[in-house]
C-alpha cells in the first residue's frame, strides 16, 4: 500500500495523466511545463470530424498559458496568449495530423502545470435509431436519455471540482510554505536581537577599571 501510494505520488509530481475514452473518444491528461518551453501533441483526423479542446492551467504563476492550434497545412486555426482556462471546439475540414502546443515561453521562472481534455467526433446516439424515429420515445427510453444526460453533467462537475481542489491545494501548500519561512525568519530575528539586548546591558554594568600606575617617591 505505502509503495503503491508513493509510485501514485511521484506519477502525479512528474507527468500526472489520466486516460478517460468516451463513446466519442478522447484523452485527458496533466502535464508540467517549464518555464521557457513549449509542449506540443499530434491527432490525426478524418476531414469533417469534430473534435474539442478544453484547457485549464492548475498551478504555476499567474494561471496563464499560451496555446494554439494548427491544421496539417500548417495553417492557425486557433490561437490565444495568456489564458487560465478556454475550449475550442471545431470540425476539420481536411484530413491530416492536427497539432495543438502549449507554450510557456514568456515565462522565465514560472513552472506551469496544465490539464487538457481532447475529445473526438460527435457523441453517439444512446438508443439505436434514435435519430431516424418517427414514434415518441417511451417513458423508459425518456428516462434513459435523461439520466445519461445528468451523467454527463455529473462527469463535468467532478472534473470541474477536481481541477478547483488542485489549485486550492496548491496555493494552500504555497501559503503553508511561506508562513514557514517567515515564522523561521521571525525566530532567528528574535534570537540576535536578543543577543544583542544582553550584550548591550552587559555594557552598561561592567566595571570599568582604570589604568594602574603612578608616580615613584
Aim: with cysteine; aromatic share 10%; charged share 20%.
Amino acid at each position: 500500500g505505502g509503495m503503491r501510494g508513493g509510485m501514485r505520488g511521484l506519477v502525479l509530481g512528474l507527468v500526472l495523466c489520466a486516460l478517460r475514452v468516451g463513446p466519442a473518444g478522447g484523452t485527458e491528461l496533466t502535464f508540467e511545463l517549464p518555464d521557457s518551453h513549449r509542449q506540443c501533441f499530434h491527432q490525426e483526423l478524418g476531414r469533417g470530424l469534430k473534435f474539442t479542446l478544453d484547457y485549464q492551467v492548475i498551478t504555476g504563476g499567474h494561471y496563464d498559458v499560451d496555446c494554439y492550434v494548427e491544421d496539417p497545412n500548417g495553417r492557425t486555426i486557433y490561437k490565444e496568449t495568456k489564458k487560465q482556462y478556454d475550449s475550442f471546439p471545431h470540425r476539420a475540414e481536411v484530413e491530416g495530423v492536427y497539432t495543438f502546443c502549449f507554450s510557456n515561453e514568456f515565462s522565465t521562472f514560472s513552472h506551469k502545470t496544465i490539464y487538457f481534455d481532447f475529445q473526438v467526433g460527435d457523441e453517439p446516439p444512446i438508443l439505436p435509431d434514435m435519430s431516424n424515429r418517427v414514434t415518441a420515445l417511451t417513458q423508459m427510453e425518456s428516462a434513459c436519455v435523461t439520466i445519461h444526460e445528468a451523467l454527463n453533467t455529473v462527469i463535468d462537475s467532478q472534473t470541474h471540482y477536481r481541477l478547483r481542489e488542485a489549485q486550492d491545494r496548491s496555493r494552500a501548500e504555497d501559503l503553508n510554505g511561506r508562513v514557514s519561512y517567515w515564522s523561521v525568519g521571525e525566530t532567528l530575528i528574535l534570537f540576535v536581537v536578543s543577543i544583542g539586548q544582553v550584550m548591550l546591558l552587559k555594557s552598561f554594568f561592567t566595571e570599568k577599571r582604570p589604568g594602574s600606575g603612578g608616580a615613584g617617591t
